[in-house]
């Protein structure tokens, strides 16, 4: 039997899945003006990367951790801004 089904205790990726989606539904429901949901949103406008595999982006572990999760990306913004169901849905 694993250590963890022992205690009860969710794994460490489970916490940061759960984080990472908790700080995303915050982010969601933020007003425009706000800096943190402008960076989300924004380009940079100049400059380049080095060859080779690219880095994730926020987006693209937000995008990872919906579909571990079996939340449908097409309607995760919408469903972000009722907080109550996103935090059931993301527990």
């Known amino acids: ?16 899945i759960r984080t990472n989606l908790r700080w995303t539904g915050h982010l969601m429901r933020m007003s425009p003006d706000r800096l943190p949901k402008q960076i989300l949103y924004s380009q940079l406008s100049s400059g380049h990367r080095k060859r080779g595999r690219p880095r994730l982006r926020f987006k693209d572990t937000i995008k990872r951790n919906l579909k571990l999760r079996d ?21």
């Open 1 to 16: 039997m694993d250590i963890l089904e022992q205690t009860g205790l969710p794994s460490i990726e489970n916490l940061l």
């Open 71 to 91: 939340i449908k990306t097409d309607s995760w913004t919408s469903l972000s801004q009722q907080r109550d169901k996103w935090r059931a849905i993301v527990k």
